[in-house]
Nanobody, 122 residues
Framework: QVQLVESGGGSVESGGSLRLSCAAPELFRYCMGWFRQAPGKEREGVAYLDSAYTTRYADSVKGRFTMSRDSAKKFVFLQMTSLKPEDTGTYYC??????????????????WGQGTQVTVSS
């Protein structure tokens, strides 16, 4: 397992933006994912991106969230725009040492960060 660290959470008003960051592993093949969990709800897959630039987004965030990687391949980002109160939750970075494929499922990821809180007020 790899220790992951997220950063960039905070509180914004509805319609605002935030960018989350997570340090990327120095591996040839990996899949990085972002998940979120609201109080009393199950952890939900938000997006994933792999080292071959395969990306996938949950329907609830398509067109508003963008996952990317910096040119030095040291960080992956989740740019969140047009935030809504229902986006509120703890956001987790996750990783597995394989290509991304299929649905964004928490059970498919081996390493997790501690989470960063995102709060969107109406």
């Amino acid at each position: 397992q790899v220790q992951l660290v997220e950063s960039g959470g905070g509180s914004v008003e509805s319609g605002g933006s935030l960018r989350l960051s997570c340090a990327a592993p120095e591996l040839f093949r990996y899949c990085m994912g972002w998940f979120r969990q609201a109080p009393g709800k199950e952890r939900e897959g938000v997006a994933y991106l792999d080292s071959a630039y395969t990306t996938r987004y949950a329907d609830s965030v398509k067109g508003r969230f963008t996952m990317s990687r910096d040119s030095a391949k040291k960080f992956v980002f989740l740019q969140m725009t047009s935030l809504k109160p229902e986006d509120t939750g703890t956001y987790y970075c996750a990783m597995r040492e394989s290509w991304c494929a299929g649905d964004i499922r928490a059970a498919d990821f081996d390493s997790w960060g501690q989470g960063t809180q995102v709060t969107v007020s109406s």
